[in-house]
Structures are given as structure tokens and as C-alpha cells.
Nanobody, 124 residues
């Protein structure tokens, strides 16, 4: 079974940067991949996703121009570079994999496999 493990979270000051990684094991990462986040008391939301070959990418409006998703299929890893971080970006960040053949989805319900999450805290 596909397993996903996130890393790279931590505490950062407003305006700072973090790079999240999500490594897959068990199967080749031939899936659409997404990054989601969940803040306390809020629903999990889609932040960004990338299609199987990287030809389609989505970003939530509030992170456009600040976050960059990428994938390295040879390393079975997906990344989320987060710049100009804001306190409202604080949340647990999850990566997820979807067996979709085309594009990628921003919806939780469409994903088949999930990582355990990594905490991102943006605070001075």
C-alpha cells in the first residue's frame, strides 16, 4: 500500500520560508498529488495540487505567487515551497495521492492516500 510521509514543517516568522517534502513508499508515485492544510477548528482545505506528469497545477487563490508545488517522480517525492509566509498559513499540512488519470483535484474527497501531516506555525 502506498505510504506518504511529510517533512519540513516548523516554526517560522512572518515573511519567512519553508519547504515541505512528501516522500512516497510502497508504490511508484504515479498519482496526482495534492497539498492540503487544516487549522484548528477549520475544515481541511486544498492548497495546491499537481497532475501525474506535472502538466496541470492548481493553487488556492490565497497562496498564488507565494507557494510553488513540484514533483520529482524519480525520487517519489512532491514538494511545496512556501515563501512570504503569513500567520494565516499556520496549520497542519498534509500531502495526498489521487489515482486520477488527468489533472488534479483540490477536494479532499477525491484523494485515496494521505500522509500523517506536518505542523507549520507562522508566528513572531
Amino acid at each position: 500500500q502506498l505510504q506518504l510521509v511529510e517533512s519540513g514543517g516548523g516554526l517560522v516568522q512572518p515573511g519567512g520560508s519553508l519547504k515541505l517534502s512528501c516522500a512516497a513508499s510502497g508504490f511508484t508515485l504515479d498519482y496526482a498529488l495534492g497539498w492540503f492544510r487544516q487549522a484548528p477548528g477549520k475544515e481541511r482545505e486544498g492548497v495546491s495540487c499537481i497532475s501525474r506528469r506535472g502538466g496541470f497545477i492548481y493553487y488556492k487563490n490565497s497562496v498564488k505567487g507565494r507557494f510553488t508545488i513540484s514533483r520529482d517522480n524519480a525520487k517519489n517525492t512532491v514538494y511545496l515551497q512556501m515563501n512570504s509566509l503569513k500567520p494565516e498559513d499556520s496549520a497542519i499540512y498534509y500531502c495526498a495521492a489521487d489515482r486520477a488519470n488527468d489533472g488534479c483535484s483540490a477536494y479532499v474527497r477525491d484523494y485515496d492516500y494521505w500522509g500523517q501531516g506536518t505542523q507549520v506555525t507562522v508566528s513572531s
